[in-house]
């Protein structure tokens, strides 16, 4: 069973940077596509970011130059750098982890992704 555990989670100011991650256990990370979601309240989860397990990356327009996805297979653990950070970041944001093998596809639906973290709070205050 595969186990992801965010951390990194905060309260910052607007402008200010943040760093959240991922660390994953169960099987083997460096094969498979990781993944980045937000939730804000009353709102649907959506698509912040995703690195496959070759390393290629791709972000949601919201986020596009302020992020940046990466990750770290000695360590199973994948990251998200959050820079610049706006009042309609907030959010929970929420690591997942793919569910096919070898997989190049950038996944943005949530229904694609296998696992999922039980989520770090993300407060941007103006």
């Known amino acids: 069973q595969v186990q992801l555990v965010e951390s990194g989670g905060g309260l910052v100011q607007v402008g200010n940077s943040l760093s959240v991650s991922c660390a994953a256990s169960g099987r083997t990370f460096s094969s498979y596509g990781m993944g980045w979601f937000r939730q804000a309240p009353g709102k649907e989860r959506e698509f912040v970011a995703s690195i496959t397990w070759r390393y290629y990356t791709y972000y949601a327009d919201s986020v596009k130059s302020r992020f940046t996805i990466s990750r770290d297979n000695a360590e199973n653990t994948v990251y998200l750098q959050m820079n610049s950070l706006k009042p309609e970041d907030t959010a929970v944001y929420y690591c997942?982890?793919?569910?096919?093998?070898?997989?190049?596809?950038?996944?943005?639906?949530?229904?694609?992704?296998?696992?999922w973290g039980q989520g770090t709070q993300v407060t941007v205050s103006s």
């Open positions: 997942a982890a793919g569910s096919t093998i070898y997989d190049d596809t950038h996944h943005t639906l949530a229904s694609d992704y296998a696992y």
